[in-house]
């Protein structure tokens, strides 16, 4: 927020800062903030140029190494670097030149906002006499729906992904069972061959035989062999632990889906707002497009599909 008033240090009464004040802190803003505050400011000449402020913004952060998205301004070097990225080749000599008239505020330094009132042939005292949006309030509602909306798509994807992790939980739990019942199924089948087998012994041949062959079956009918009891507790685990994650899995699908319901919500409340900011004349153009870019990015990584199609 840009004050127009400043105390001093004696008596503490307010004074009209000058222009150049008033645009230093603009310059103080984030990149974002810069370029929007351009956009306000010009929107009927440059609105078909708003994508380009878009990158201008992301390209200033990325070469702010130390600051990112919540610095400022680019040292000299960073500046230069920024300006060869846009096509704008210069000799080194030709380039301090050009950094000298751009430096607005003599710090060595550039600002996107000083960047794009220099690029576009603006002064110090048109930009700041243009109005930011009369409509600060409708703004504010919008932003506080934009974040809501950000907010929510966040938590769904976080959703999702935990979905996502839960349902190849399941899926490796089956796949798991599935072994263990092979196996167990393996294991009867050698069980009942031995019984079909020592049966036959037992009602064959001459009686020492059958004699061995009864006892024989019936230690055999007593008790499970171990690879057939240890395929049995075995598959009994790999069931409740399949139950158990399927069931997590569900559950986790449901609240994927009811979190997508609910940034789709936010999404189309924020979409209506700012719609109808676009119609009015109330000013912040440039502001309500930036909205809207943003609101367009962050859609562009919500998730796609839904945890109902993971649940088998």
């Keep these: 927020k840009i004050t127009e008033k400043k105390e001093t240090e004696f008596n503490n009464t307010t004074v009209e800062m000058s222009n ?28 078909g140029d708003a994508e380009l402020f878009w990158g201008y913004a992301e390209q200033f952060a990325e070469l702010d190494q130390d600051n990112g998205k919540e610095g400022s301004d680019l040292d000299e070097f960073n500046s230069h670097r920024f300006l060869e990225k846009n096509g704008e080749t210069r000799t080194v000599r030709e380039m301090r030149e050009e950094f000298k008239e751009m430096d607005f505020d003599l710090n060595r330094r550039i600002a996107l906002l000083e960047y794009v009132v220099f690029k576009y042939g603006k002064t110090i005292d048109d930009f700041v006499k243009r109005p930011q949006g009369e409509n600060s309030e409708e703004l504010a509602a919008a932003q506080e729906a ?23 939980k399941s899926e ?3 796949v798991a069972l599935q072994a263990s019942l092979d196996e167990l199924h393996s294991q009867e089948e050698a069980y009942n061959s031995k019984t079909q087998t020592l049966t036959k012994k037992s009602e064959e041949g001459g009686i020492v035989s059958r004699n061995r062959a009864k006892n024989e079956l019936a230690q055999h009918l007593g008790e499970d062999p171990l690879p057939l009891r240890r395929a049995k507790l075995d598959t009994e685990a790999k069931t409740r632990k399949a139950e158990k ?32 900011l676009s119609q009015n004349t109330g000013g912040g153009q440039g502001a309500v497009w930036w909205m809207e870019r943003e609101l367009e ?3 562009k990584y919500m998730p ?6 993971w649940v088998h």
């Design 20 to 47: 150049n004040e008033k645009f230093e802190e603009f310059t103080k803003l984030k990149y974002a903030e810069q370029a929007k505050a351009f956009l306000n400011a010009y929107w009927h000449e440059v609105e």
């Design 146 to 168: 934009l974040n809501q909306a950000q907010a929510a798509a966040a938590h769904a994807t976080e959703e999702y992904e935990a979905a996502q992790a839960a349902h190849e």
């Design 172 to 174: 490796a739990a089956k």
């Design 245 to 276: 994650a399927a069931a997590a899995a569900a559950e986790s699908a449901a609240l994927a889906e009811q979190a997508m319901v609910e940034a789709n919500e936010a999404f189309s409340a924020a979409e209506e707002l700012l719609h109808e």
């Design 297 to 299: 990015e962050a859609r």
């Design 304 to 309: 796609r599909g839904g945890g109902a199609k």
